[in-house]
């Protein structure tokens, strides 16, 4: 065997590992962020459970490797209707990382443009460009109150 080969499959070898660890490192940073946007959430909606108008449940979701793929964040109604956030993996297109939020039939995208960036949303209804939004206490309250006002 040839010593270039050698080296070659060396080279290529070291590469791959060091792409698997910053991978690994990119996925505990995104896992971070959604944890983070998932205890914001919850400290919002803490009033609501307090008053047992809802409650929430967090979960994972995880890979043969024993590693989260993903985070779930379910809230439940008084009457069973529900909101549900589920991550997506993180460097989707056109952005760092995305969350969806369903409820009722509508369908969001909370997305991370960049690693430092704010959480911004938008929903889409075909392949026009939708307008994205800040996604902070007030839009969520303004959500949440549209939908609890869909309520037969």
């Known amino acids: ?9 060396k080279q290529k070898k070291q590469e791959w590992l060091n792409l698997r660890k910053n991978s690994h490192s990119e ?7 959604v944890e983070e ?3 914001q959430i919850i400290e ?3 009033p609501l459970e307090e008053e047992e108008i809802l409650k929430y449940e967090l979960t994972q979701e995880i890979d043969e490797e024993k590693e989260p793929v993903s985070f779930i964040l379910g809230i439940t ?13 993180f460097e989707v297109v056109g952005a760092y990382g995305r969350v969806d939020m369903e409820f009722g039939l509508r369908r969001l995208m909370i997305i ?7 959480w911004i949303f938008t929903e889409r209804y075909g392949l026009e460009k939708t307008p994205t939004y800040d996604f902070n206490q007030e839009t ?3 959500l949440v109150t549209e939908f609890i006002e869909s309520f037969s």
């Open 112 to 118: 991370l443009k960049d690693k430092e960036s704010d």
């Open 140 to 142: 969520f309250e303004q």
């Open 77 to 89: 109604f008084f009457n069973d209707q529900t909101i549900l956030f589920q991550s997506e993996e």
């Open 44 to 46: 919002w909606i803490k």
């Open 27 to 33: 996925r505990k940073n995104w896992a971070k962020k």
């Open 37 to 39: 946007l998932y205890k």
């Open 1 to 9: 065997m040839s010593s270039h080969l050698i080296e070659i499959a």
